[in-house]
């Protein structure tokens, strides 16, 4: 899987847009970008992903670069619910998706 | 149209006993993906199973651990004498055979095992 790196943590207001950096400088051209969230101790969920173009659906929007080398998740109204554990992971192929540590978003009042 | 499903939510288990995990894919998947939290860790991937078939278990514990896709039914992963190690979330993972390189994970809630 090409290596990704995102800041540990971050902070949103509520209400504001929560923009999430990722870089995966190592892509390949056939390697989609895929962003998961873990709230607290659930199940990891699906948010977005997307291989060269932007892509946007009713949880949020995926801005990748032109040369795909970093990508960022717009949350565009973050609230309380949205504090969890990002997850930016690029997986060469449908076996395994590898989990590095994430950007912890919290959410403020 | 349920997610993926997960029994039982919580075990626990004494030293030794034998530990039975049940996943149940979404309805039309046909690929199952095991992984695991430690405490305070990140997931790591363990094992993808199609039915019958194991197809990656880079990530499983040489021994104690197994995994099993029959075509009928749900996806068991059984650890066998636990240790207080093994205490740990486990998450199963299902997608579809689309033919693509790449198909969407959708995740379980977890079964959260306490080994005393």
């Known amino acids: 899987d090409a290596k990704t790196t995102q800041p540990p943590s971050m902070d949103c207001a509520e209400g504001r847009a929560a923009n999430l950096p990722c870089n995966h400088s190592?892509?390949?051209?056939?390697?989609?970008v895929y962003w998961y969230r873990q709230i607290h101790s659930q199940g990891p969920q699906y948010i977005i992903h997307?291989?060269?173009n932007n892509e946007t659906n009713e949880m949020a929007s995926l801005i990748i670069t032109e040369d795909r080398k970093s990508s960022t998740l717009i949350l565009p109204h973050a609230t309380l619910r949205d504090t969890a554990v990002y997850y930016c992971?690029?997986?060469?192929?449908?076996?395994?998706?590898?989990f590095g540590t994430g950007t912890r978003l919290q959410v403020f009042p | 149209n349920a997610g993926v499903m997960q029994n039982p939510r919580h075990l626990v288990r004494r030293r030794g006993q034998e530990a039975r995990l049940r996943c149940s894919p979404m309805?039309?998947?046909?690929?199952v993906y095991w992984y695991r939290q430690l405490p305070e860790e990140g997931l790591k991937f363990m094992v993808y199973?199609?039915?019958?078939?194991?197809?990656?278990e880079s990530g499983m514990p040489k021994e104690r651990f197994s995994a099993e896709f029959p075509k009928e039914g749900p996806s068991i992963l059984r650890i066998q004498q636990v240790v207080r190690g093994d205490s740990a979330a486990y998450f199963c993972?299902?997608?579809?055979?689309?033919?693509?390189?790449?198909?969407?994970?959708?995740f379980g809630p977890g079964t959260r095992l306490t080994v005393l």
């Open positions: 993972a299902s997608s579809v055979n689309s033919g693509r390189s790449t198909d969407t994970q959708y």
């Open positions: 190592t892509i390949s051209g056939n390697e989609y």
């Open positions: 997307g291989l060269k």
């Open positions: 992971i690029v997986p060469l192929n449908t076996d395994k998706l590898i």
């Open positions: 309805k039309g998947h046909s690929h």
């Open positions: 199973l199609q039915k019958e078939n194991i197809i990656d």
